[in-house]
């Protein structure tokens, strides 16, 4: 694998009483930069343990990271000049103010600036991936089991909910998690279980993951360990057996799901371009929800944070490491065409970063 830079750090303010820093350390192989130059992305991690956003962009040819404060931050969706971010009780929106990017201090870096416009309050109801369906947002709804959209008027629109689950209620029967889109529309979801019971999922978490069809509700490939992020890519489905810690494609004819790779952590989190996948990793809690996962086993020699797999040689070519301050990641996306956001999320006071005001210009 490619060599590493030294490790860089940042200073986080979080609040102003109690631990005002949170030091988060990192490292990444000297080709993340060219690999992030050469398809015009940067990077979008999302960490509920930390509560953070974070962004890793270019500045020049400096990868740079910024992390921002979204309560127990979950799925990530990106749309046409727009975020969503699952957080506690709620999803924030955020829109690009392309136009007043480069203003940014430093001035000339910056070429997109998001900031939080507004929230929906849903309640907990545990978001999990979402994703957006031109204008609708999809939300996995884990507590419900079921994937919703919103609306003005209510907490969350029931849209779908795997046939094995009887009724909508409160109690993450099947702990439902990944949503994959194909031709802009639900097409695939991951669960840990088959179960329609409270908390029904967790006795077989070891191997009753599954993957789920949206528009026929079969159910096309079982045995997983956790499974969370499938994707439709290249004419191929994709998924991680997160429990084991691997990068594994489904065929959906058999149900036969191949190996393509193992990982040094809890994988979970998956974004794809051209040849490559982005996967997250995370370290595990000494709580009963990993007891017995396979991945368990190896718990000392775990990573957090994004491993970049090529897929055609099925190795591992590139790394960002977290050491300190991040020890999970919950999802990664890309944003395309941009190359060094300005993310400005609901809280930028408590972080020390400046607070940007948009109004109209007087006419």
């Known amino acids: 694998m490619n060599a590493k830079s030294p490790q860089s750090s940042i200073n986080l303010r979080?609040?102003?009483?109690?631990?005002p820093y949170r030091e988060i350390r990192y490292e990444h192989s000297l080709n993340l930069g060219p690999i992030l130059e050469r398809f015009g992305v940067s990077?979008?991690?999302?960490?509920?343990?930390?509560?953070?956003?974070?962004v890793i962009g270019l500045d020049g040819d400096r990868v740079v990271c910024s992390f921002h404060n979204f309560e127990r931050a979950m799925g990530v969706a990106i749309g046409d000049g727009r975020i969503a971010v699952g957080a506690t009780g709620q999803i924030w929106f955020l829109r690009n103010a392309a136009k007043i990017a480069a203003q940014i201090e430093p001035a000339g870096h910056h070429d997109a600036c998001f900031l939080t416009r507004s929230s929906h309050v849903t309640g907990e109801i545990e978001v999990?991936?979402?994703?957006?369906a031109h204008d609708e947002l999809w939300l996995v709804n884990t507590a419900f089991s079921c994937l919703c959209t919103l609306d003005e008027q209510h907490s969350f629109v029931p849209r779908w909910r795997p046939p094995f689950v009887s009724s909508l209620a409160a109690e993450d029967r099947c702990?439902?998690?990944g949503l994959a889109m194909e031709d802009g529309r639900p097409r695939y979801v991951t669960a840990m279980s088959e179960t329609d019971t409270p908390q029904g999922w967790r006795p077989g978490k070891s191997t009753g993951g599954c993957l789920i069809d949206v528009p026929s509700g079969a159910t096309v490939a079982r045995g997983f360990a956790m499974p969370h992020s499938p994707r439709v890519h290249q004419g191929r489905i994709w998924l991680l057996d997160s429990g084991r810690g691997r990068l594994v494609t489904v065929d959906p004819k058999t149900g036969n799901a191949e190996v393509v790779c193992e990982l040094p952590g809890y994988a979970r989190g998956l974004a794809m371009v051209g040849p490559l996948a982005l996967v997250g990793l995370s370290k595990i809690r000494e709580t009963s929800t990993f007891g017995g996962v396979p991945v368990a086993d190896r718990r000392?020699?775990?990573?957090?944070?994004?491993?970049?797999?090529e897929l055609g040689s099925v190795r591992q070519v590139s790394l960002l490491e977290f050491h300190s301050?991040?020890?999970?990641?919950?999802?990664v996306q890309l944003l395309t065409g941009v190359r060094n956001p300005v993310i400005s999320g609901p809280y930028p006071g408590r972080?020390?970063?400046q607070v940007i005001w948009l109004v109209p210009q007087p006419r």
């Open 14 to 19: 979080e609040s102003a009483d109690g631990i």
């Open 43 to 54: 990077l979008l991690v999302s960490t509920y343990q930390a509560g953070k956003l974070g």
């Open 128 to 132: 999990h991936e979402m994703a957006w």
């Open 175 to 177: 702990h439902l998690n």
């Open 300 to 309: 000392d020699e775990l990573k957090c944070g994004v491993a970049i797999v």
């Open 325 to 331: 301050g991040v020890e999970e990641i919950f999802d």
């Open 351 to 353: 972080e020390g970063n």
